[in-house]
């Protein structure tokens, strides 16, 4: 399992202190989560703070748009230093595109589904991804409760991704916390993104160590 805290769920006036939370819990990757209030109701960070981020810290960007057409300042978020880059199925017109050209500028490239958006529709794009991005809330806010549904979505993706051998990643996203992370990493997710459940507690670095103990079956 690689854990992926959410900085939008930090103190946002103190992004070293987040990115600190991060390195010393143990983190895999920083998620990032970009909103242009389109898409999703709310704004929240662009370009200029994924380079900051960038150059303040070792570990992986895990960039997470949430945008009406993310294609367009694609080239800008890579040059920023976007590792891994995840776009919405909702918002992308020629997804296929869309990925060739993550996985061209050297990040590794996702799609996000929105929780109502069956795993299905990627059956015929699964070989161009590295990962998808399965939201357990409706994306635009963190702190949100998990939605008990997309365990199942996580265990049929698993499974079509199994039956064609292929090495695709997937992450979950919302709503993650010490009550449902070992169902989730249970279920075939890869990827545990958590916000609040980190960055709201009262030791955001031990509460990290503590969801990664509880997904690799430590128990409570
Ligand atoms: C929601 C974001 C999530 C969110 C996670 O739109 O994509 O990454 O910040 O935060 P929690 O874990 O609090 O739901
Ligand atoms: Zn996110």
């Known amino acids: 399992m690689q854990l992926a805290p959410s900085i939008l769920a930090a103190d946002l006036a103190d992004f070293k202190a987040a990115l600190g939370v991060c390195e ?3 983190a895999d990757l920083v998620h990032v989560d970009v909103m242009d209030g389109h898409f999703v109701p ?3 960070f662009g370009i200029p703070v994924v380079r900051d981020l960038a150059r303040a810290t070792e570990l992986p960007l895990d960039v997470h748009l949430m945008v009406t057409h993310p294609e367009r300042l694609l080239a800008e978020y890579l040059d920023a230093g976007a590792s891994w880059v995840s776009a919405h199925w909702e918002a992308v017109t020629h997804l296929d595109r869309m990925m060739a050209a993550i996985r061209e500028g050297g990040a590794k ?3 996000a589904l929105n929780p109502a958006t069956p795993v299905e529709v990627l059956i015929d794009v699964l070989p161009s991804l590295d990962f998808v991005l399965l939201m357990s ?4 806010f963190a702190g949100q409760p998990f939605l008990p549904y997309v365990v199942d979505k996580a265990r049929r993706l698993r499974r079509l991704i199994e039956d064609r051998s292929l090495h695709v990643e997937i992450e979950m996203d919302g709503g993650i916390d010490a009550t449902n992370i070992e169902r989730v ?3 075939g997710v890869d990827i545990c ?4 459940a980190i960055f709201g507690a009262e030791t955001p670095e ?3 160590h503590e969801l990664r103990r509880l997904a690799e079956g430590g128990g409570r």
Do not use: H, I, K
């Not at 809330?137 to 635009?140: I, L, M, Q, R």
């Not at 993104?193 to 609040?196: F, M």
């Open 24 to 26: 010393r819990g143990g």
């Open 42 to 44: 709310n704004l929240t």
């Open 109 to 111: 490239a996702g799609v």
């Open 137 to 140: 809330v409706n994306p635009g």
């Open 185 to 187: 990493v249970a279920a």
């Open 193 to 196: 993104v958590a916000g609040s």
């Open 206 to 208: 031990e509460s990290a």
